[in-house]
């Protein structure tokens, strides 16, 4: 039987979506029992938020003044202790999972399968390699415990519903400090979060400036949807890094993405694969984009975003 | 001596459209370009600039491949790597594996930074550098987007889901590059000649002490689920019409 504990991703008060499509992924286990591990300075309600998603049977808090940033090498040791009588160690493959998941490894001198899509059995497994042009089935020797990181836009949320007993624990090992948060600077916006938007509009190197760039941020507020980008886009300065989509930015599964100005380099596909609808705007009819894309639409986006806009409001 | 380790890989050069082989036992690498992981040469660039402000006395190289990823690794000395070490081994080796080759090269070096690419684009594990620095019990600043050192610390800008993150770590420390860090520079048909005679030493896995491991095997090599290409349509009215037929709007 697979006893797994999901390592939670959470910003102090609210839980981060990735952590219930973690869980989900654990259910995928055969008679998986799955336990949620809360680490903050105080939480209380991360672990009751924890609590209550369907499938998961326990959840342990561990409240330290030292977590209450998420650093991986203040976080790792405490999770390596826990994770003693756990056969698996999942965290979500957000840039909290990534940085934190191969040091519990380390520690715990287990393997790591990174981006889980897929689960084959409790020692077989799907990944993506290659910015996802080939996907591998890895078998982990039978016997070790296995950390992994869950690719979140492969798996769906698991719903609120449950009611597990939340235990408060206390994990003493020494914490180093030689690494120290110094401050995160994030562009506060109104807008959906891109990770989990069901509506996604993204715009490429075409739109030409920070200034132009504004037409998007128009259009997804027309449509209620997150904004991305493209790497060349976020390179030209004309949207913030955290928009970027792609093999290095964010992979993600909305609803419906609108590709604006982006060629559709292999690298930015690999972030939208997912996505149920993929809107193609672009002036070039030989664009890869729309290769994947389900609806095209070929002409000049200075002329059809404004058009688009009106057509919505109307 | 000030010294900065860089690790690079090789890998299939990331123009190269990749394909799985047709008996699904891997992708296709006879005659496919071979080239330095993107990140890793932002990694290296990122120890020479250092080095060119004075911060640093050498910056050495080290990859862990069969015998004929020399090339890459010229490629590094052309840049301006000093020195290269190359650990020769044929076949690929975990994560784990990897890191423990490079903590004995520290041990060897002692370097007072390790920079690393913050994954190799061919497996995409994204664990290396992290696996470093547990085992090494020093700080680590994944997704490195600004450095900046401070005497006997660093300062270092990551690209987090949230936005930009900022950390203090002690030195020595692990840092891994993400692609905003710098622009790697263009090698110069000089500096390939220079590179020629730049020191490049030898070692195995066995010479280090590390038994690769071989824990996680990959039963089978597919490509994935392709998306059908879907319609056109010819304008703004067709394109609204027809999102609203599917219910996405
Ligand atoms: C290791 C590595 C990782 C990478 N990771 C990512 C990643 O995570 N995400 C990512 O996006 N990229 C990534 N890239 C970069 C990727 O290869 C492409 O360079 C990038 O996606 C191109 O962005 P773009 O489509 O906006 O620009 P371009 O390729 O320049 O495309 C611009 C498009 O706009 C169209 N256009 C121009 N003017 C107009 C107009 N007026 N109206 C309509 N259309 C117009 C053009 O026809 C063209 O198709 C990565 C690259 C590497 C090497
Ligand atoms: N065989 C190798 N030789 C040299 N560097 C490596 C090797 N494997 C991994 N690395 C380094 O570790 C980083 C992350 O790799 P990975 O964890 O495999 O995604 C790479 O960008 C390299 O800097």
């Not at chain 1, 994770?83 to 287990?110: E, I, N, Q, Y």
């Not at chain 1, 698991?158 to 235990?167: L, N, R, S």
């Not at chain 2, 990694?43 to 069969?66: C, D, H, M, N, S």
């Amino acid at each position: 039987m697979a006893k797994v504990l999901v390592v939670a991703e959470h910003d102090g008060a609210k839980l981060n979506a990735g952590t219930a499509k973690c869980v989900r992924c654990a259910l995928g286990l055969e008679g998986a029992e799955i336990t949620v591990a809360v680490f903050a300075a105080d939480g209380a309600a991360v672990a009751a938020e924890a609590a209550g998603l369907t499938g998961v049977a326990r959840v342990l808090r561990v409240d330290r003044p030292e977590n209450a940033h998420a650093l991986a090498a203040v976080l790792a040791p405490q999770v390596a202790q826990l994770a003693a009588p756990f056969s698996h160690v999942f965290g979500p493959s957000t840039t909290f999972g990534k940085d934190l998941m191969p040091r519990v490894a380390a520690l715990l001198d287990a393997p790591q399968l990174s981006d889980v899509m897929a689960v084959e059995s409790a020692s077989r497994f799907r990944r993506p390699t290659y910015a996802g042009n080939a996907i591998v089935t890895v078998e982990v020797e039978a016997g070790l415990k296995i950390v992994a990181t869950v690719r979140t836009a492969s798996f769906e949320a698991t719903p609120a519903g449950g009611a597990a007993a939340v235990e408060s624990v206390a994990v003493n090992v020494p914490l180093p400090a030689h690494t120290r948060f110094a401050g995160v600077s994030a562009a506060k916006s109104d807008r959906p979060d891109l990770q989990s938007a069901t509506r996604v509009v993204s715009g490429g190197r075409a739109l030409g400036s920070a200034e132009n760039f504004k037409l998007i941020y128009g259009l997804a507020d027309r449509l209620g949807a997150a904004v991305g980008a493209s790497r060349a886009a976020v390179d030209a300065g004309f949207a913030a890094s955290d928009l970027q989509v792609g093999q290095t930015g964010k992979i993600i599964a909305p609803e419906l993405y609108v590709a604006i100005g982006i060629s559709g380099a292999i690298q930015h596909l690999t972030g939208i694969k997912d996505a149920r609808t993929i809107v193609a705007i672009n002036k070039d009819a030989e664009a890869p984009i729309f290769e994947v894309a389900d609806v095209g639409l070929v002409g000049d986006l200075f002329a059809i975003v404004p058009e688009l806009e009106k057509l919505l409001t109307a | 001596m000030k010294r900065i380790l860089v690790c690079v890989k090789r890998v299939i050069d990331f123009n190269v459209r990749v394909r799985v082989k047709p008996d699904g036992s891997g992708v296709v690498t006879d005659g496919v370009k071979l080239s330095l992981n993107p990140f890793d040469e932002i990694a290296l660039e990122e120890a020479l600039r250092i080095k060119e402000r004075g911060e640093a006395q050498e910056v050495v190289a080290v990859t862990i491949g069969p015998a004929d990823c020399q090339q890459q690794l010229r490629t590094a000395l052309a840049m301006g790597a000093d020195r290269a070490i190359h650990v020769v081994h044929d076949g690929g080796v975990e994560p784990l594996t990897a890191a423990r080759a490079f903590l004995q090269i520290i041990g060897r070096e002692q370097p007072f930074l390790v920079l690393l690419g913050k994954q190799a684009i061919d497996d995409d594990n994204n664990q290396t550098g992290q696996m470093l620095a547990a085992l090494w019990q020093r700080p680590q600043a994944t997704f490195a987007s600004k450095l900046e050192l401070a005497g006997t610390t660093a300062c270092v800008t990551r690209e987090v889901d949230a936005g930009l993150e900022t950390l203090e770590v002690d030195l020595p420390a692990v840092v891994t590059a993400d692609l905003r860090l710098n622009e790697p520079r263009y090698v110069k048909l000089p500096d390939i000649m220079k590179a020629k005679k730049k020191p490049l030493d030898s070692v195995s896995l066995a010479d280090l002490g590390v038994v690769p491991g071989a824990r996680v095997r990959t039963v089978r090599t597919e490509p994935p689920a392709q998306r059908q290409r879907g319609i056109m349509v010819k304008d703004c009215g067709e394109l609204v019409a027809e999102l609203r037929k599917r219910g996405v709007l």
